[in-house]
């Protein structure tokens, strides 16, 4: 069983920027595939980063990609979103998901992927 725990969200203006972190119980968050991704009210759950054991592997959603960058300590148990240059469209509430993985070299898009989730930080960027 591995509990999420996601903060650092908050409200910042357009052309900001954010860190967010996900904090995981347990011995075992070295062979966990982690992601990052955001729902906006009305809207669909969005992948938007996804990082493999060892962070050999990253992948990013289009929408994102060149603005955030996913990283993970394994020591601290925690994954890292570092979000820059925000937009609005950027505001959502943002979950943090965890799925085992057998080797270093994969990485999940799919939310159906991942078996455990945070409760989300909300993220509201202003115009």
């Known amino acids: 069983q591995v509990q999420l725990v996601e903060s650092g969200g908050g409200l910042v203006q357009a052309g900001g920027s954010l860190r967010l972190s996900c904090a995981a119980s347990g011995r075992t968050f070295s062979t966990y595939v982690m992601g990052w991704f955001r729902q906006a009210p009305g809207k669909g759950r969005e992948f938007v980063s996804a990082?493999?054991?060892?962070?050999?592997?990253?992948y990013s959603g289009d929408s994102v990609k060149g603005r955030f960058t996913i990283s993970r300590d394994d020591a601290k148990n925690t994954v890292y979103l570092e979000m820059k240059s925000l937009k609005p469209e950027d505001t959502a509430v943002y979950y943090c998901?965890?799925?085992?993985?057998?080797?270093?070299?994969?990485?999940?898009?799919?939310?159906?992927?991942?078996?455990?989730w945070g409760q989300g930080t909300q993220v509201t960027v202003s115009s």
């Open positions: 998901a965890a799925a085992w993985a057998p080797d270093t070299m994969l990485a999940f898009r799919g939310e159906g992927e991942y078996d455990y």
């Open positions: 990082i493999g054991r060892n962070g050999f592997i990253t």
